[in-house]
């Protein structure tokens, strides 16, 4: 299993559970991995050199890839009016083209065995819309397409290589803390995002982490190109 953005939030914990159901984990991320017993990998999302290095360390090591996480992400707040061209192409190459990049080889790897699941995290702004947050709703939006289309590709093989997305509501992370940091920084900002929570509170990492492990599993061998949300309601008010 790979995952990236390992280091941090719903990455990390979807590395750590994975670990503790008996998986061989590999772990990439910018940043340093702290999880005892994932094989840490550095990757630059955005570049294909870094995916094309990692993915033949892969095939080398174990000769196959079973299933990736695509969770590496970062958020700019702001507007379509007030976004910089700079802040919205580095959101759309972090959260898209690191996706794409990532799908891309990994389905490379998965086509020789015909098995496999790729599990891409969109977001709950990938399903509506989230005034103040254009580039991120425009990154996770093209995050949801790609997922169903790479799926149909899958599909049409023929394979048992699965593609599904997972759509969170805002989660207690550190991406979280940015968007508290880049709106002010105060606690009154931060009970203001989980107000707009119909729980009134943030997803947790664990819980997002359970869907994402459903749909790496066997359990959801009929789910192909499909969008779990886990919102606790927010996009059914």
């Not at 709703?137 to 995050?143: F, H, Q, R, Y």
């Not at 992370?173 to 709106?183: E, F, G, K, N, Y």
């Not at 009970?191 to 459903?214: H, K, N, T």
Request: aromatic residues 2%; hydrophobic residues 45%; glycine residues 10%.
């Amino acid at each position: 299993m790979l995952v990236t953005g390992a280091a941090s939030g719903i990455g990390r914990r979807t590395a750590e559970r994975l670990l503790a159901e008996g998986a061989l984990v590999h772990g990439a991320d910018l940043t340093p991995i702290a999880s005892e017993g994932v094989i840490a990998h550095k990757l630059d999302v955005t570049s294909e050199a870094d995916w094309q290095a990692l993915a033949q360390n892969i095939a080398s090591q174990h000769g196959r890839l079973d299933g990736l996480v695509n969770a590496a992400g970062v958020i700019r707040m702001g507007t379509t009016a007030e976004t910089t061209i700079e802040d919205f192409r580095l959101v759309m190459a972090v959260n898209v083209e690191g996706t794409f990049l990532g799908c891309k080889h990994a389905m490379r790897m998965m086509q020789g065995q015909g098995t496999g699941s790729i599990v891409n995290i969109s977001s709950t702004a990938g399903l509506c819309g989230s005034p103040g947050a254009a580039a991120y709703t425009a990154s996770k939006g093209a995050v949801r397409l790609l997922t169903k289309t790479t799926a149909l590709e899958a599909i049409a093989l023929p394979s048992r290589i699965r593609v599904n997305s997972v759509h969170p509501a805002l989660t207690n992370t550190p991406m979280a803390d940015s968007i508290v940091d880049q709106l002010g920084g105060s606690d009154e900002i931060r009970q203001a995002l989980s107000g707009l929570m119909p729980s009134g509170r943030l997803a947790e990492p664990d819980e997002i982490a359970s869907g994402i492990l459903f749909l790496l599993s066997d359990e959801a061998s009929y789910m192909n190109g499909s969008e779990l949300v886990i919102d606790n309601g927010f996009t059914a008010q």
